[in-house]
């Protein structure tokens, strides 16, 4: 972190991986997620020490940094104004009429995590958490998974790349990507009719997203208004500045 002069958050990062939850309390967790997505030296150092603790614990996500992320969940799952639906014009890129904010900041590099559910803490011992995340050990370390979300926040299910998501209608999508180095991210639904349906970003060019293991991108999406009415694959794209191809992956969605 000698890139980084703010003393309280290097502070708050040795309180977090020292002391656990006793060390920091759910809005001050906030408040260094939201420092991580504006701080590449404090993030590669909060990635580093993750990545530690995870091998310590045999777990992919640490009990108190779990604990903290469920809180700010519950948090960000409160009822929210529905964004206007605006009707779509012929070509234009899919657009969700609510989404559920479940990270720190609409930034699209926001740094988060997903919450943890049975399947996310069942790591196979002594493989590195990079291929813990692909979808077979040995394989490229990039890639989407997407969650199937409840209203009350809970995890129903999951799909890795090359994976089927279920989830059904009332419920919300959520993807989290796994990236070792910044590049540039764009998610794209191509559903057998109709225009494509962009998930991330809503609108205008891919973003670049920092290197991060289940990151969580910014927004849910909820299934409602028939957008998931049959298999739509979703396109995962991982670009360098040039807009050459770094990695190019896929996870599908289905209806229950």
């Known amino acids: 972190m000698s890139g980084c002069d703010d003393r309280r958050m290097k502070?708050?990062?040795?309180?977090?991986?020292?002391?656990?939850?006793?060390?920091?309390?759910?809005?001050?967790?906030?408040?260094?997620?939201?420092?991580?997505?504006?701080?590449?030296?404090?993030?590669?150092?909060?990635t580093r020490l993750s990545r530690v603790e995870s091998v310590l614990e045999q777990r992919a996500l640490p009990q108190a940094r779990s604990a903290l992320l469920e809180q700010a969940l519950f948090a960000r799952l409160q009822p929210?104004?529905?964004?206007?639906?605006?009707?779509?014009e012929r070509r234009k890129w899919f657009?969700?009429?609510?989404?559920?904010?479940?990270?720190?900041?609409?930034?699209?590099?926001?740094?988060?995590?997903v919450v943890v559910a049975p399947t996310l803490e069942r790591r196979e011992q002594d493989v590195p958490e990079?291929?813990?995340?692909?979808?077979?050990?040995?394989?490229?370390?990039?890639?989407?998974?997407?969650f199937c979300i409840s209203p009350e926040g809970t995890v129903l299910s999951e799909a890795r790349p090359g994976g089927?998501?279920?989830?059904?209608e009332g419920n919300a999508v959520q993807f989290s990507y796994t990236a070792p180095e910044r590049v540039r991210l764009s998610l794209e639904g191509l559903p057998s009719e109709g225009e494509p349906l962009?998930?991330?970003?809503?609108?205008?060019p891919a973003p670049e997203v920092a290197a991060g293991v289940d990151v969580t991108l910014p927004f849910s999406t909820p299934v409602?208004?028939?957008?998931?009415?049959?298999?739509?694959?979703?396109?995962?794209?991982?670009?360098?500045?040039?807009?050459r191809t770094v990695a190019d992956t896929q996870v599908t969605l289905q209806p229950r």
């Not at 929210?80 to 779509?88: E, G, K, L, N, T």
């Open 11 to 46: 502070q708050a990062m040795a309180a977090l991986f020292e002391k656990g939850r006793d060390g920091m309390d759910a809005d001050g967790f906030e408040r260094l997620r939201e420092h991580l997505a504006t701080c590449p030296d404090c993030q590669e150092t909060y």
């Open 80 to 88: 929210a104004p529905a964004r206007a639906v605006v009707a779509p």
């Open 95 to 113: 657009a969700s009429p609510l989404f559920m904010p479940l990270a720190l900041s609409a930034a699209a590099a926001t740094v988060a995590l």
């Open 130 to 146: 990079w291929q813990a995340r692909s979808s077979a050990p040995g394989e490229g370390a990039w890639g989407v998974r997407a």
């Open 164 to 168: 089927t998501l279920t989830c059904a």
């Open 198 to 204: 962009r998930f991330f970003p809503s609108e205008g």
């Open 224 to 243: 409602q208004g028939g957008w998931l009415t049959g298999p739509v694959p979703v396109r995962a794209r991982f670009t360098d500045a040039q807009g």
